[in-house]
């Protein structure tokens, strides 16, 4: 089952909350925020596609979505809630913006699951976010991560996320600027 929100509709609540059938949404263009439980429980969605105007997950939005493999980042978002993505499987984010643009994501605690997914970008780019104000990046040539921005870094030890590793890199770089490491 699949729903498209059309660009008309400006507010998304729970609506879709527990619905145990949807495999994949696509969130019009009227949507900025994607409300508390909007997705949570939907155990069969696997595909989330947001239109661009997107600027915040709201708690709890996609808890328990266990089959979750591709989600297309807003370039607007700018704050994910609260658990948004708890016990969620880790997507594999497409980010259609400049890998900078993710620094300008705030994400709040108990969403592992959001941050350990790998980011594919438009230009061919590998990475992800990495904290709050930071960012890593694949080099397939080097094997090289490099670890960039002005924020905090989460723990070094996220770097064994199931993203960051299967690429095993050979190098790891922090580029000046990370303020520090938890």
């Known amino acids: ?9 400006t507010e998304l609540g ?10 994949r949404v696509v969130i019009g263009e009227g949507i900025t925020k994607i409300g508390n439980y909007a997705f ?17 997950i709201g708690e709890n939005a996609f808890e328990d979505c266990k089959k979750l493999s591709k989600f297309r980042v807003s370039t607007s978002l700018k704050r994910v809630k609260a658990s948004a993505f708890t016990r969620a499987n880790p997507p594999t ?5 400049e890998k900078e643009e993710l620094l300008n994501i705030y994400v709040e605690s108990g969403n592992s699951a959001f941050v350990s997914g790998v980011c594919y970008f438009d230009n061919g780019e590998i990475g992800g976010i990495y904290g709050n104000g930071s960012i890593w990046c694949y080099d397939e040539n080097t094997s090289t991560v490099t670890i ?6 989460y723990s070094y030890a996220t770097l064994r996320y199931p993203g960051y590793k299967k690429f095993n890199p050979k190098n790891t770089v922090f580029v000046d600027g990370v303020r520090s490491i938890s």
């Open 93 to 97: 984010l497409i980010f259609s913006g």
């Open 14 to 23: 729970s609506a879709f909350e527990a619905c145990k059938s949807l495999k």
């Open 1 to 9: 089952e699949s729903v498209v929100i059309p660009d008309s509709v």
């Open 40 to 56: 949570s429980d939907c155990e069969s969605l696997s595909t989330v596609e947001m239109s661009n105007n997107v600027t915040e």
């Open 148 to 153: 960039s921005g002005e924020g905090e870094m």
